[in-house]
Each structure stands twice: as C-alpha cells, then as structure tokens.
C-alpha cells in the first residue's frame, strides 16, 4: 500500500552523487556553521538511519558538541531495525534512560530517516524521558511503500512490511506527539517520497523543508544550521542549496 508513491528511478540514481556536493559543501561552509546559535549544554541523542551506524552522524555530533549541547551516539550499532532496539524499543528505551539519569533531564532526540521513526515511536513509549524530536528526511507519516528502500528494510529487518506488527509499529510513529516535534523534509529525496517526511495537520508539530537528497542529508549544510536554530528556537533562515 503507498500513500504518495515513491520517487522516480531517476531521482534515486542520483543521490550519490548529491551526496558527494553535500560532503563538498561542508568545506565552503565553514563560516556560517561556525556562527551557529551557541547551545545551552542539553543532551542530544542522535539515531542513524538504515543500515546506518554512529559514524554516519559524526559530523553532526561534532557540530553540535562545538555549539556547546552534549550530543551522544546512540551506541546500539548498525541500524538493522527492530533488531537493533528490540521489539518494543527496549534497548533504545535503556539507552535514553541511562542518558537521563546521567544527566538529570529529558532528552532531545534527532533522528535520521528510520532513525527519526524510532525517536518517535520511544517519544510515544515513554514521553518523560523525551524533551524533543526532530526528523530528518524520516518517513512516518507515509506508507512503506513510499520508499525506494522497503525491500532493504525487509531483508535487513527481518520484518514484513505487510505484516500486522509492522503495521502497529508504523502507526504508533505516525501518530501525534505530546512533546515539541520537528519534521526537516525535502520533496527531491529521492529514497523516500518527501511528502510522506512531515505530517502538516498534526497539532504543534513543526515542519521545514529544505532542498536535498537522502543519502548523506545530515551532512548538508542547511540541515546543519536548521537543526541548530530549532534548538536554539531561533528563526529559521531561508533555503538554498540544492
């Protein structure tokens, strides 16, 4: 079942070398990521995408570290789904709580494609333990067929996309959430259909375009410095880049 559709074939044989402009990027934008809104010492989880593990999100973690936020790995390995959380997220749950009582405070989380449906799906779970998310390119308000990815997700998961566990999972990411949510989309992904990336009609949540590609998206610049601003409730700048 698809709500959106995915995006075209097209779109997808070029996010390679998307990607590479975005690690390109990154060298000429060192001046405006360097004037960044400065952090309040809060802690940040960051969640991998797909198949993705803590290297993936090593720049992000660096940039928000220098801003002065405490941003941890989420230290589960490679994201392979379910199997890296547990069924209903325990190890991800174990993970954050252990960074709660580290530190005293609910946690902001940020996650990445998949990884920010799995923020949600624990942001749901367990509400105290949450003081924020925010999505990247993450496809919760879609169906799995609005990805160029599912077959991936399957094989890499062990889960049948069809199947009433999935499903379950699915709706419970999807639903509205009672702490502050922020959804960075961009309608060129071409791994995942963008409008499946932000759920405009839900109460409270906040929802910011940008122009990107999938793989590698939280290398670009722009997610960089929008990230910061959501963090620091500044206004958001307008988009550029491609």
């Not at 198949?51 to 801003?67: E, I």
């Not at 160029?148 to 399957?154: G, H, I, L, Y």
Request: proline share 7%.
């Amino acid at each position: 079942m698809t709500l959106f559709g995915p995006p075209p074939r097209w779109r997808q044989a070029i996010e390679l070398p998307r990607a590479a402009w975005s690690v390109g990027e990154l060298a000429l934008a060192r001046r405006r990521l360097a004037g960044a809104p400065r952090g309040d010492g809060r802690a940040i989880l960051v969640l991998p995408g797909l198949v993705n593990g803590d290297r993936s999100n090593f720049v992000l973690r660096g940039f928000l570290n220098r801003l002065g936020y405490r941003a941890y790995p989420w230290g589960l390995g490679r994201n392979f789904g379910r199997r890296a959380i547990g069924g209903e997220g325990e190890r991800l749950i174990a993970r954050i709580e252990a960074i709660v009582a580290e530190t005293g405070a609910p946690l902001t989380l940020i996650g990445v494609s998949l990884g920010g449906m799995m923020a949600r799906f624990v942001a749901h779970r367990r509400p105290d333990l949450v003081r924020e998310v925010i999505t990247v390119s993450s496809p919760f308000a879609g169906a799995p067929r609005d990805t160029n990815v599912w077959r991936t997700f399957e094989w890499l998961s062990g889960d049948r996309i069809d199947s009433a566990r999935v499903r379950d999972w699915a709706a419970d990411c999807a639903a509205p959430l009672t702490v502050p949510s922020t959804a960075i989309w961009s309608r060129s992904d071409g791994l995942v259909n963008g409008l499946a990336c932000h759920a405009p009609d839900q109460p409270g949540a906040r929802h910011i375009e940008i122009r990107s590609g999938h793989i590698g998206v939280q290398l670009k610049p722009r997610v960089l410095l929008t990230i910061a601003d959501i963090l620091a409730a500044a206004p958001i700048l307008s988009e550029s880049g491609t």
